[in-house]
């Protein structure tokens, strides 16, 4: 019988791959020389012209497959884990002796007051000038953002303005805590009255919590009619119902609320006088 002879045969390999590693032809030729190898001979590589890099050493590595290009990390845009709002509780006085300071103090705040108080103009001045991030948020400006079908309640209060002013005080609430909720102070302003529970304060208690601070914000009959009449568009209302609005006001005198008249005072003294009333309402804060 005859057998075969010659050189093995390389153990297989997928293509696009070398042969097997490990694997040599003089490890299976006993009798062969290892410098001896049939068939050609590779020249061998000339020396570098002066001046040039050596080329490296070693054999070049097969091209990109760019079937298998590595893709680039993962866009991490918007990951960012929040808390989750809830109630807002009731701010613990400090230990120190000395008085809090709400200036430096994650809290929130109701501004209370009727039309031309100046509750917006004061709420601004008051959140942009604080040490720690604070936002403002109006219930008027969260009313309106209902565009087509808003029911304005100049042209009187019925069902459908009194749906869109809930909507728009649990939106508040619900903005408000999640503010808190990641260290970032509110202050809310509202044209509540004490006689009317639809628009009362404990719609904003069960919305933002029993932690939140309200400040009724009251100047004279006349500063009121005066600002309102600088107003524009359905934020001016008539003599009449600003004088009615402000008579109603006048029931929180008594309520155990804090009341600032700013009727004499500008915007930062305002701004001023509100720190003080927050201070004093963090170290015992206000039963309603």
Avoid at 259 to 284: F, H, K
């Amino acid at each position: 019988m005859q057998h075969a002879v010659g050189p093995p045969l390389p153990p297989p390999h997928q293509p696009g791959h070398g042969p097997a590693a490990g694997w040599s032809p003089a490890a299976h030729h006993p009798g062969q020389h290892p410098g001896a190898h049939q068939g050609h001979v590779p020249a061998p590589v000339p020396p570098p012209a002066p001046g040039c890099p050596a080329p490296p050493l070693g054999p070049t590595p097969p091209p990109a497959d760019p079937q298998h290009v590595p893709m680039p990390p993962p866009d991490t845009t918007g990951h960012v884990p929040l808390p989750p709002g809830g109630p807002v509780a009731v701010p613990g006085a400090p230990q120190a002796a000395a008085p809090p300071d709400p200036a430096g103090t994650t809290i929130a705040v109701l501004l209370i007051g009727p039309a031309g108080a100046g509750k917006t103009s004061v709420a601004k001045y008051w959140a942009g000038h604080r040490r720690v991030p604070t936002a403002h948020i109006s219930l008027d400006d969260v009313r309106e953002w209902v565009r087509s079908g808003f029911a304005d309640p100049q042209a009187g209060w019925n069902d459908h303005s009194e749906a869109q002013y809930r909507l728009a005080r649990r939106t508040c609430g619900f903005a408000a805590r999640n503010f808190l909720a990641n260290g970032i102070s509110c202050i809310l302003d509202d044209a509540v009255f004490p006689d009317r529970p639809v628009v009362g304060l404990g719609g904003w208690k069960r919305h933002v919590g029993p932690g939140l601070l309200p400040v009724v914000l009251l100047p004279g009959l006349d500063v009121v009619l005066e600002r309102n009449a600088e107003r524009s568009g359905n934020r001016r209302l008539s003599d009449e119902e600003v004088a009615r609005i402000h008579g109603r006001m006048a029931g929180w005198y008594g309520s155990g609320l804090p009341i600032i008249d700013n009727s004499q005072l500008g915007i930062p003294e305002t701004a001023r006088i509100l720190d003080d009333v927050l201070a004093r309402s963090i170290a015992s804060p206000p039963a309603w």
